[in-house]
């Protein structure tokens, strides 16, 4: 992917397609500054984590809210910890950003637990149990791993014994 940002004309670039490219690290931010009139960008069926999430500004999670909630960017829920990655810095934004950010962090959350009715309130009636939810779904996803972890010592002391 770094072989993209080396490109000339990288401002006339209006979609990019990296559909089921084993790529294991994206930095959003780079992308949309390097594509500046991106509108399309597949990011499916790839092992995804997120770099750089606190170098986005608000017109570029403003962007990534909009577009994973009209499709025109995609992202695989089931691979990689993309999705976790963005929720955590959601929660983090809710918790400390400016009213801005935490309206975009509302959205993007929103987008990203597949609720497509997206409020654009400056701040809904609810949301105070926003960062309960992230939090919620953020325990969820460590407890799993620790199970998975424990699980496979437990296995593997089996094994030796």
Known sequence: MDALLTLPNKD????????GNKIGEVD????????PNLKYLNLERN???????????SGQLEKLAEGMKSKQIR???NQGTILSDLLEYTQKL??????SQRQQAYQLAT??????????????????YMPLVIGGILVAFSALIIGYLLGKKRKSQELED
């Open 47 to 57: 092992p995804l984590s997120a770099k750089n999430l606190e170098n986005l500004t």
């Open 28 to 35: 959003l931010s780079r992308i949309f500054t390097d594509f």
């Open 12 to 19: 006339k670039v209006e979609k990019l397609n990296f559909f």
């Open 75 to 77: 992202i695989s829920a």
């Open 94 to 99: 809710i918790k400390n950003g400016d009213n």
């Open 111 to 128: 987008v990203i637990q597949g609720n497509s009715s997206v409020k654009n309130e400056k701040q809904p009636d609810k949301s105070g």
